[in-house]
């Protein structure tokens, strides 16, 4: 009984690690996909155009997800607390 206890615990930590950080990759991955196709009709290769842009729109992505975040982190982490103490007790 322990043993599903623990996995159940690990995861949902995996799950919320994977969801907080989804809004940021997704972004990167965004920008960094309309940059490379700006890139290839331009035909400007410069591998360190990409980077600004990336770091402006990660930093926007976190403002603007950072209420949502930290509510499902909360209430995720109440949850994982709850588990715990079946796993303890």
């Given at each position: ?58 930093i926007l ?29």
């Open positions: 009984m322990e043993e599903e206890v623990f996995l159940t615990i690990f995861q949902k930590v995996l799950v919320l690690t994977m969801e907080m950080c989804a809004p940021v990759l997704i972004t990167s991955i965004a920008v960094g996909l309309l940059i490379s196709i700006v890139q290839s009709v331009t035909q400007i290769q410069e591998s360190t155009l990409t980077f600004v842009p990336k770091i402006f729109a990660c992505a976190l403002i603007v997800c950072m209420p949502w975040m930290l509510s499902v982190f909360i209430s995720r982490t109440n949850e994982l607390f709850d588990y715990m103490r079946a796993f303890i007790g």
